[in-house]
């Protein structure tokens, strides 16, 4: 059984407001929930340097595209 658990914390209505835009929820309840799965899920939160990986992962991707043209 998973347990469950009330948190609260204090964000402005601009950050509100672009999570829910971003996650394409519109209670706020809903978006910060799907931002937090997301993050959970995300293979990027787990590197030490997230942009150098996401940045190497392009890098391969566009060396891949050039080799195949």
């Known amino acids: 059984m998973v347990k469950?658990?009330?948190?609260q914390t204090v964000l402005t209505e601009d950050d509100i407001e672009a999570l829910k835009t971003k996650t394409g929820e519109s209670s706020t309840k809903d978006?910060?929930?799907?931002?937090v799965s997301h993050y959970l899920e995300c293979e990027y939160t787990k590197v030490e340097d997230m942009?150098?990986?996401k940045l190497e992962k392009v890098v391969k991707r566009k060396q891949k595209e050039e080799e195949e043209e």
């Open 4 to 7: 469950i658990m009330h948190a």
């Open 31 to 35: 978006a910060i929930a799907k931002a």
């Open 51 to 53: 942009w150098a990986k």
